[in-house]
């Protein structure tokens, strides 16, 4: 039960409430283990049911968190989960329980573990394909300094479809260092698993309807030893098989076999619907929200329509997306296009140089990928893409701020890192009409082309289902107004609106970052006492740093102020908390302006809600 914004305080556990760190369940007795288990998987319902979150991955993993907890000598000995959505048991029992109430909240617990937050998350992650390179440096590092723990990489089978955790995996096995590797293999990352290694662990596990006899041992191939399968919802036989990894030696791994949303009979049911959850209630589980017929689209359900509408206009258009149909928007064209649905599982640097294979041979692919993610592909980007002026399209998902998923999700350098790349068309919508549009454009464009938009709802509106592309490199003039100009790019649009009626200024949509409308910027300049630029990215080497470049190129001397994300990490909340806490809403905006102005052009009004 939730006693304020900060805290709960949760009784009727008779053993849970006895569980502040993982010592106290080492006092248990094996036989009360399953009790355990049972009280944390119904506070954790209790709990995301209230708070929302991220649920049924947490469900799967309640038994094997007890017994991870009380096998190992945690936190000496040191536990790497891999993404970490399903580490909310972990926190549990790890001394955060009383604050569960506040997670993915402003000034609350994160949704994913953090080194800063407890002493018993000994890595942060919430990217997958991570745990077994950390854990394998914090064992190297460990050994280095002559200390004698145990490192544990606890690895999901969607996660290890990733390129970094084989690499990984080949490397303990080249150096047959003494790391135990537990492999939760729930067939499931968000949507099924794909792929020849997720037949290999059916065939291993007898989940494969033609499984057979296994022809070979695949991590026996890396020099990994391999053991199991094991119930992962036997604690019990978990606990012995726990027990016998901790006790050997050399590289190795546990397979364990879980379900994902296990114990909640929705959840396991729908476990990509139960993936992340809005609060709900537990007795009837997620209904759906009544009909809003004037509720805007996301831009993610913008982008999969527009994705069906063009491809069928265009035979030649497939989609890639790592592990993402879901997120990115993508179910209802691997529906209608399965032979044109391209799912990489989670590895993004094989999704974008096959996509850039596919625009070899005369395709027109599409690649739906979140904007941190797309970071881990910035080579293949630039070398396999750019280089070779593929005719590849970037939809950007997750750009800018992104909530309560906090700094690990944040897009806030795709326009940094991109805008450098040479010949890229580089697009920010302004609302969910202008990402039609832009669409269209980066589309028609014969060349690598990104378009980035939040995970956010649009401004609402019949959206216009034709086809057209906007002319390259053109801005939108908004507003006329004196001496200031704002000149915006992407959806910050809506904020900047309320601070030009407030302070009479020009508002021009931007609409391209590359190629930037210069003779737009070059005018405002002439005519203005102080241009603004604004952008929901990282200042630096941003939209604004390429209008400053472009000024300073062409011998333009005039006052220039760049609003944009802070030279740090941003926190979690909603995304209207962050929007106010970087000085990004219209309010915030007002003041920069003021505060850049000589005294005498200062007269502006002062409460900017008027203007909403």
Same mark, same amino acid.
């Given at each position: ?37 049972d ?22 993993v ?143 596990c007898?989940?494969?309807a ?6 070979h ?11 199991? &399968? ?40 729908? &476990? ?23 509720k ?13 509408d ?24 691997a ?10 599982g ?14 070899c ?56 890192y ?21 669409l ?49 790019f ?8 309320v ?42 080497g ?25 030279p740090r ?44």
């Open positions: 039960m939730r006693e304020n914004a900060t805290t709960t305080t949760t009784t009727g556990y008779s053993l849970l409430d006895r569980i502040n760190q993982p010592a106290d369940l080492r006092k248990l007795s094996a036989g009360q283990l399953p009790a355990l288990a009280e944390l998987r119904a506070c954790l319902i209790e709990t995301v049911a209230e708070t929302g979150g991220h649920f049924a991955a947490g469900l799967g309640v038994e094997l968190t007890v017994a991870l907890h009380y096998v190992f000598d945690t936190p000496h000995d040191r536990l790497v989960w891999d993404v970490g959505h399903q580490t909310y048991p972990h926190k549990m029992l790890t001394g955060r329980r009383e604050r569960m109430a506040t997670i993915r909240q402003r000034h609350g617990l994160s949704g994913f573990p953090r080194r800063d937050e407890s002493h018993c998350d000994s890595f942060g992650v919430a990217h997958a394909g991570t745990s077994i390179s950390a854990a394998l440096g914090m064992l190297l590092g460990a050994r280095g300094a002559g200390e004698d723990r145990e490192v544990v990489a606890v690895i999901g089978d969607g996660a290890l479809t990733a390129g970094m955790a084989l690499e990984a995996l080949n490397h303990a096995g080249q150096l047959q260092a003494d790391l135990p590797v537990v492999l939760n293999d729930n067939a499931m990352s968000i949507s099924p698993n794909v792929g020849g290694l997720a037949r290999h662990l059916g065939r291993l007898g989940r494969d033609d499984a057979g006899d296994c022809p041992d695949l991590f026996a191939e890396f020099g990994i030893a391999y053991a199991g &399968p094991v119930d992962g919802h036997d604690l019990p036989a978990l606990v012995d098989a726990l027990r016998t990894l901790r006790e050997g030696r050399g590289p190795r791994l546990l397979h364990v076999v879980t379900r994902k949303g296990r114990g909640y009979a929705p959840a396991e049911a729908d &476990p990509v619907g139960y993936h992340g959850v809005r609060p709900f209630d537990p007795q009837h589980g997620l209904r759906s929200a009544p009909p809003a017929p004037d805007p689209p996301s831009y993610t359900q913008v982008f999969g329509r527009w994705l069906c063009m491809a069928a206009r265009d035979p030649r258009l497939v989609a890639v997306t790592p592990a993402m149909r879901e997120g990115s928007g993508l179910v209802e064209f529906e209608r296009f399965p032979a044109r649905y391209f799912d990489a989670i590895a993004e640097q094989h999704a974008v140089t096959l996509a850039a294979g596919l625009a041979e005369g395709m027109k692919p599409v690649v739906a990928i979140y904007s941190t993610f797309l970071q881990r592909a910035y080579d293949q980007l630039i070398h396999d893409v750019a280089l070779q002026s593929l005719d590849v399209t970037f939809a950007i998902d997750r750009a800018g701020l992104v909530g309560p998923d906090g700094p690990t999700h944040a897009g806030a350098y795709d326009l940094s991109l805008r450098c790349i040479p010949d890229m068309l580089l697009m920010t919508p302004s609302d969910e009409h202008e990402a039609r549009r832009l269209c454009t980066g589309y028609a464009h014969p060349g690598p082309a990104a378009i980035r938009y939040p995970r956010d709802a649009g401004i609402g509106g019949a959206l216009d289902r034709g086809l057209q592309p906007l002319p390259i490199g053109k801005s939108a003039l908004r507003r006329q107004g004196e001496v200031v100009a704002l000149l915006v992407g959806i910050l649009l809506r904020e900047a609106a601070a030009a009626d407030a302070l009479n200024a020009t508002l021009i949509d931007m609409r391209f970052v590359c190629p930037l409308d210069e003779q737009a910027v070059l005018d405002a300049a002439e005519n203005h006492e102080l241009l603004v630029t604004l952008e929901d990215n990282a200042i630096a941003g939209a604004g740093s390429a209008v400053n470049e472009m000024l300073a190129a062409h011998g333009v001397n005039v006052p220039t102020a760049n609003l944009g994300l802070p990490f941003v926190e979690h909340g909603t995304r209207s908390e962050l929007l106010a806490e970087c000085g990004l809403h219209a309010e915030g905006i007002v003041r920069a302006v003021q505060m850049r102005l000589p005294p005498h052009l200062r007269s502006v009004q002062t409460v900017v809600e008027a203007g909403r």
